[in-house]
Structure formats: C-alpha cells, structure tokens
C-alpha cells in the first residue's frame, strides 16, 4: 500500500449503501471509517486524520454540499468525492467549486471509485508532505540573523550581489559571506530552490 | 387449387350479398312507397339510397351493378312501370350515376367513417343536400320532359322528390351505417336498459304529440327532441341515431295510422330531418368531448407516472449501487478462496437489495397501472422534514429562508413517496414564485394545524407576488402554466394525488404572496408526544 494509514470515510445515509461500500473498499484494503450522517462526521473529525471522504449528496440534515463547504471552511484538507442518486450540472458545479476530487454517479463504477480514491490520497499526502517541508523551512527561517534575513529576502526578490551590497552599505564580498551562510542554515543548494521553498510560505 | 377455390366462395359471397342488398332495397322502396305524386318514385320520405350509400361506403364502385338493378326492379315491381322502359332505364341510370357520385364523394371525403367528428358530420350532411339536390333536378326534368309530370309542378315535384331523398338519408343513413360497421357497439347499446327507457320515451311521446297534436298541426311535435337530445348527450352519436331511426320509423306508422295527406307528410319530414340533424350533431359533439377527454386523462396519467418515475428512481438507484458493490465484493471475497459466512452474508444482502429494487419497481408499474398507492404510516413532521430538506441547499444558493412552523405530532396513513411529490411541487413553485422578490425578502413558510375535522391542514405560503383570483382558479388546469419550462401539470397531479388520498388542494387568493393549502386526512394524533 503506497498510502499506509489512510483511511476512506463513507458519509452515507443509506444503510445498505454505507455497508455493501465498507465491504467493498474494505477487501480492496482500505481502512474504511463509516458514518450515518454529516453532523456525526463532524464530531469525529480530527485534524490528524489522513485519507478521503465519500460523501453522499442527498443525506435528511445537512446534505453532503454543505458538508463539503463546512470541511473547506474549518480548514479541513481531507479531499472530498461526492456521490449522487441524480448528478444534475448544479450540484457537480458545486461540489467542484469547492475542490471535489471527483463527482460519482450512482450507481457507482466500480474502477471510477478506486482511481478516485486513489487520487484523492496523493492529492492528500502530497498536501501533507508541503505541509511538512513548509513547517521545516519556517523553523529554519527562525534561526537566520535579521541581516541574513535582509540578504535572504532580496536574493528571492531577484537581485545581484553588488545591488544588495549596494543597497544594505556593506562589501559584495560581506553579502557573499551572508549569503553562503544563510543557504547552508536554510539547507538550501542552489537560489532556485530558495526561492520554490521562500514562495511556499 | 386452394387458391381458386377460395375465390369462387368469395365470388359466390359477393354474389349472394348483392342479391341481399337488392332485395332489402326493394323491400325498404316497398315499405316507404307512400303519398307517391304521379304513381312516380316521389315520395316525402324515400330511404332506400340511404342503404345503397352504406353499401357503397363499404364495397365501393362494385355496388353500382347492384344499386341499378335494385332501383330497376323497384320501379317495375313496386310501382308497376309507370313509364315506358326505355325511359326507365335512362331515369335510373340518372338516379345511378348521381347517387354514385354523391356516394364516392362521401367515401373520399371522410375514409368511410361519417360520425367521426363534427367536420365529417356537416360534410356528410352538404353532399346529401346538394348531391340530392341536383339529382332531383336532373331527375324530374327528364320525367318533365317526358311529359310525365305537368308543367305547373316542377317546382314542386323537385322539391317533394329532394326533400324525401334527403330527408330518408340523413335519418336512416346513420343507423344503417351502424348496423353493418359499428354492429358490435350497436348490440352493446342496444342491451343496455337506458336505451330501452328512452325507445320508451320515444314512443310515449309519439302518442302524446300525434294522439293529441295532430290537429293543431303537431303542436306538441318539440316533445320528440327529449328522448334524442337525451340519447345523444348520453350516449353519443350512436344513441342519436338509434333515437333519430327509432322516431322516423315511429312518425311514419303515425303518419299511416292518421291517414295524413301528402302535403302534412311533407313538412312533417322536414322537422324529422332537423330533429335527426340536431341529435347526430350533438351525439358527434358529445362524442368528441368524451374523446378529449380521455386522451387527457390519459396523457395525466402518463405525466403523473413521469414525476413519479423521476421520484422512484432516486429510490431504485441506491438499492443498485449497495447491489454492484457487494456483488464486486463478493467477485474479490471468492478471488481469496473464501467460501465461509462473509461471503454466504454478502450474497444474503445481494438477495435483500434486489427485494428492495424489487418493491420499488413493483409500486411504479402499479401506478402506471391503476394509479395505486402504497399507503403507510409515516409521522408527519418527518414527512415535511424530508421534503424541506430537500430544498435546503438550493434556497440558501439563492437567499431564500424557509421557515417550518413546529409540526404537531400526528401520523399519517398515505403513499409518503407520492405525497413527497405534492410536497416538492407546492415548495418548488413557492421557491419560484419569490424569485422576482428583493433580497431578504424571499421568504417561504410550511406553517401546520391539526382542524377539529380530523384532518391536517398544511400551508406553503411564499412572499412571492402572489395570485389574483382568476389566476387561482385557473392554476389546476393542466397546461396552465406560468413557468416557461414548464407543462403546467404539476399542480394537477398534486391535486389528483391529495384527493386519491382522501384531501383537497385548494390556492387561496392573496394580494401579497401566494398561499396553497394542503389538507389531508389524520390517521391518529399522538397526544402523549404533543
């Protein structure tokens, strides 16, 4: 399994449904989590959680648009597949305005189904990992010198050396010393990678 | 072999109806040969070419042999040849080729079905006038000629001789034309017992309006339009025809018992004419109403099974899709060489899932069967709930606030899943009708009362710009709509479904917003919840 410890979450209304799917995805190898209603997965949902949600569309109570808006909302980056009895334009417009993964149409293919999930897992991890590599750089960040920091911020903004030198009042060789130390504590090799990663924030 | 053989029967039946036509049509020239002018064919009420216009409607130029021979013998048996031969022969070729005419006419005109509607019907009746007409003229000119008929009565004896062709088909045509295309729906009428009652009628007022009236001129004579008018409104232009056949018949032994002359005679056929001709137009009219409104109903019907199909299959698709996963698992549980309770389980759910489908299939062909509902108790508040749920998103993409007033705790026995399409309706057209309103104030309100007639009256009112009276009175036709996308049905299937249910769906008139009222009957309150 690429994607160990994801979980599929089946919000679902539909007994027979939320069942025969648990099963399905189940021997396919998914941990699968189930839920009857929208406001129960709510209660639950913790933000540690990795993995999809597959969630119906016509559910008594919050129906699964609103579901999906109030995740987007909380800052919730679990990614959303949306299933309906009736995929009219309006509700697939909707769910993709706020970044469904896929909009399934009961009843549901089968191959459809797992190359969603699929998708929406590495769209997930690869969330997760940015996350990480965000959270480290900023931690490194931290640790430059507030001249450093100057160096740093107009080194992203494209500049040479000698208009930096010329721009701080210091030596271009002074700037190349501050420059060289500031990639090492950012554990950076090249400017372009300063910048992918200065950007990310 | 086979092939000739069956032609020689066909020749030989062919053969043998000619002779049956030609000796009914003698006998029928027999039987009306009466006040004749001259010892000549004219008399007020010849319905003999009413029988030759049926069986030319029904074989074609074929019955022109036939026709000839029967007009022929009729002239020599019935009234013993009161011209010479020759002359004879070329006045009943005259009558012949005009009848002929008149016949092909009237076959091209109407595909051999005169009763169809109103266009065949008027059409039907200005070919008999004209085509008689001119027949007649030629007709007696030629006998005028002959020196026959003297010249100061020309004028009349067309007119006589007209008017008593005329007046013998438009009164005897339909009934004959009943009885060799329409026998079938002619015995079922004729077993019923209103068309016994009204023959009654008919007869009861032939001996009032000759009995009494005959003196006065038949002043009594607009009795005869209750039994027909009664026929044709209730059943049809065959009724009016069997009126109209049954009173000519009943007229003319009136006409031989009183010993009328030829002149009363005379303008007696002219208010049978008009009394078959008002009868056949309204059974025509009354035919083609019923007609109408069949195929609406029908096309009701077929709507009111769309919008419940529409309803249904939401409700078959999940069935469907718990049926492909747990028939993808099991293909995944066998792949492992599993064969114990985990899969015996899943194919036991497979088994229930298809019931459901099952059920849910089952309900829409009995509706489109026989309309049937598949009553249940359901609690009204979830009744409401689930169908304002449904609106939920959509009002909140388009600012409209719906309010649900608190719902008292009863229990409903109803078909919740047609009741859901009431439902749907009224909050549809609520959620439309606010459209045109200003922001923040699109509001719709489902407001509930249990009424001291043990029935629950339910209010969808929207803040929308509301209706005038005639437009509420309008709204449950069908095809009434104000929606451009839409047929107008809704409501009228959202009525027929409240009172299949025992309720009413009535629209109030209000100058500000619009107000439906949904009543249906209670089947328990529950007062311990209350």
Known sequence: MPHSGYTVFIVEDDASVRDALGLLLGLQGYPVAMFGNAESFLESLRSGWRGCALIDIRMPG???????????????????????????????????RSQAVDFLEKPLDH????????????????????????????????????????????????????????????????????????????????????????LGQ | MQTESTDMIAQVQRLLTGLAFVAAYILLDWASYLHPMYGLNITPWNPSPALGLVYWLRVGKRSALPWFVAILTGEVLVRGLPATLPLTLVSSLV???????????????????????????LMWLVVVIVGTLITSAVYVSLLFLSH??????????????????????????????????????????????????????????????FGFGAVGEFQYFYLLFLPIVWAAGRQGVLGAAIAAFTLQAGIIVAVQWQNMVAVTVFELQMLGAVLAFVGLFIGVVVDEKQRVSDELRQTLRLAAAGEMAAALAHELNQPLTALSAYGAACGQLLERGENGTRLKESIARMVAESNRAADVVRRLRDFFRTGATQLERIALGELIASSVSQFEHKARLQGVDIAVDPVPACTLLVDSLQLQVVLRNLLDNAMDAVQTQADGKRHVSVHTQVLATGKVCIRVRDSGPG???????????????????????????????????????VAEPMTTGGLFLLTLPVEKVDIDAA
């Open chain 2, 95 to 121: 009558l012949m080729v005009g009848y002929g005419f008149m016949a092909e006419a009237i076959r091209r005109r109407s595909d051999g079905d005169i009763l169809h509607d109103r266009g065949h019907l």
């Open chain 2, 148 to 209: 026959l008929i003297p010249v100061r009565d020309w004028t009349v004896a067309v007119l006589r001789f007209w008017v008593g062709d005329s007046v013998g088909i438009v009164v005897t045509m339909p009934f004959f034309w009943l009885l060799f295309d329409g026998r079938h729906r002619l015995r079922n009428l004729l077993r019923r017992r209103e068309t016994l009652v009204y023959v009654l009628l008919a007869a009861f007022m032939l001996w009032v309006s």
């Open chain 2, 467 to 505: 209706l005038s009276l005639a437009a509420a009175a309008g709204l449950f036709e069908a095809f009434q709509s104000s929606k451009a996308n839409g047929l107008g049905l809704g409501l009228v299937i959202s009525r027929a479904i409240a009172e299949a249910h025992g309720g009413t769906l």
């Open chain 1, 111 to 198: 191959v459809r189904l797992i190359a969603a999930i699929e998708e929406a897992f590495s769209c997930h991890s690869q969330t997760l990992r940015s996350n990480e590599s965000r959270v480290e750089f900023d931690t490194r960040l931290e640790q430059l010198t507030p001249r450093e920091r100057e160096v740093m911020d107009m080194v992203v903004k494209g500049f040479h050396n000698r208009e930096i030198a010329k721009a701080l009042f210091i030596s271009p060789r002074t700037v190349e010393v501050h420059k060289a130390r500031m990639m090492d504590k950012l554990d950076v090799a090249t400017v372009a990678d300063l910048v992918r990663l200065s």
């Open chain 1, 62 to 96: 919050m129906d699964g648009l609103t579901l999906q808006r109030k995740l987007k909302e909380i800052g919730c980056d679990i990614p959303v597949i949306v299933m309906t009895a009736h995929g009219d334009v309006e509700s697939a417009r909707h769910a993709f």
